[in-house]
Structure formats: structure tokens, C-alpha cells
T-cell receptor, first 114, second 113 residues
């Protein structure tokens, strides 16, 4: 099974709200990723967790806060977002961050900030 | 630094015709290369990958790609297009020490009946 699940599928939030995106995989993968994708653009890397430790933060604003509670779960906490943060948020996982392993993507969360 | 360039932001073919989507890479080390497909409002699905070994790589849905080091290319082909192939296609290379992907800008494939 190569499934990565993401919830919710859609999310509408105001600029003062706090919400969280959730990602889960049960493939035993030890690297997990958050990407942001704007319309008609490729995904852009936000964060990388390797063995449950944050290893890359691509200069993402602090209103995005990642969390990796265990090796199967990845959260993205959202607070005080701006309308320009509206996008598709994709989670991915791979066996390891080393060795050129492929990444498996979830279906994404479509976020709209009003 | 690793990077990929996809030639053509939009490719249109007739059903049954050959599909050719172009990708060139830049890498100072032997690259790990991937093709992903994205259908509207969905995540990315892995089509195929090249790591080492055989340079002709077969993937899902009848797609294949050939790694050509001399041309720094990794073009995606399919002998006969189907309407269900209409989607956005991304070429990607492993770009960092943590296995993060560097994507090309994408090519939108349209298939005419």
C-alpha cells in the first residue's frame, strides 16, 4: 500500500483562525514533506522531517508551524494566515531522505483564506 | 545545484498519437529523476523513476522515459495517447541532502478526440 492520506480535503478559514492540516502514512517511511502548490505552478517545498526531526525549513513564515508527533503523522498548524496563503497543500513521504527514494504524495488540502 | 527544465508548457496531441514530453536536467552528480502526473484537484502520482541501471525506464499507464546522459535529457513518451492521459506532468530531480524534489514548471497535456 502506497497511500498517504490528508485531512481535511478542503478548508476555508479567516485570517484570525487557527486550524491544522493532518497527514498520515503507514508505509514505515522515515521522511515526510510539506509542499505548497499555487495554481498552474509546481509544488514548492516548505518543510522536511527526517526521522521525526525537522531537517529543512525553507524560510517559511512562522504563521505555518509543522509538527511530527510520530513516524506516521505529520501536522501543519496554521495561524493568522493571509489571503495569499490560499493554495493546495501537499504532504509526501519517502522511505528515507537519503538514497534517491521516490516520494508518495497525498491528495492535498485545498486551503482558502478569506 | 540540481535543476530540471521542461520544454513546452502545453502539449496537445490527438487520441492515438505519440506523446512526447521533454525534460532536461542539470546536475553535478548522477541524478535521481522522476516523472509525476497530476490530475485536476488531486495530488501527484509517480509515473516512473530513474536512479541507476537501465536507462530505459518503464512506468505505469504505458509511459516510459529514457535517461540520456550525453544529452542530459529524460524525456517521457507514450506510443498512443488516450483521453485519460490529459493532465499536468512534472519532471523532478532529487535536489537536496534530505531527498527533497526540485520540480520543473510542468507540462499540461491535452488530448483531442
Amino acid at each position: 500500500d502506497t497511500e498517504v492520506t490528508q485531512t481535511p480535503k478542503h478548508l476555508v478559514m479567516g485570517m484570525t483562525n487557527k486550524k491544522s492540516l493532518k497527514c498520515e502514512q503507514h508505509m514505515g517511511h522515515r521522511a515526510m514533506y510539506w509542499y505548497k502548490q499555487k495554481a498552474k505552478k509546481p509544488p514548492e517545498l516548505m518543510f522536511v522531517y527526517s526521522y521525526e526531526k525537522l531537517s529543512i525549513n525553507e524560510s517559511v513564515p512562522s504563521r505555518f508551524s509543522p509538527e511530527c508527533p510520530n513516524s506516521s503523522l505529520l501536522n501543519l498548524h496554521l495561524h493568522a494566515l493571509q489571503p495569499e496563503d490560499s493554495a493546495l497543500y501537499l504532504c509526501a513521504s519517502s522511505q528515507s531522505g537519503l538514497g534517491g527514494y521516490e516520494q508518495y504524495f497525498g491528495p492535498g488540502t485545498r486551503l482558502t483564506v478569506t | 545545484a540540481q535543476s530540471v527544465t521542461q520544454l513546452g508548457s502545453h502539449v496537445s496531441v490527438s487520441e492515438g498519437a505519440l506523446v512526447l514530453l521533454r525534460c532536461n536536467y542539470s546536475s553535478s552528480v548522477p541524478p535521481y529523476l522522476f516523472w509525476y502526473v497530476q490530475y485536476p484537484n488531486q495530488g501527484l502520482q509517480l509515473l516512473l523513476k530513474y536512479t541507476t541501471g537501465a536507462t530505459l525506464v518503464k512506468g505505469i499507464n504505458g509511459f516510459e522515459a529514457e535517461f540520456k546522459k550525453s544529452e542530459t535529457s529524460f524525456h517521457l513518451t507514450k506510443p498512443s495517447a488516450h483521453m485519460s492521459d490529459a493532465a499536468e506532468y512534472f519532471c523532478a530531480v532529487i535536489g537536496g541532502s534530505q531527498g527533497n524534489l526540485i520540480f520543473g514548471k510542468g507540462t499540461k497535456l491535452s488530448v483531442k478526440p
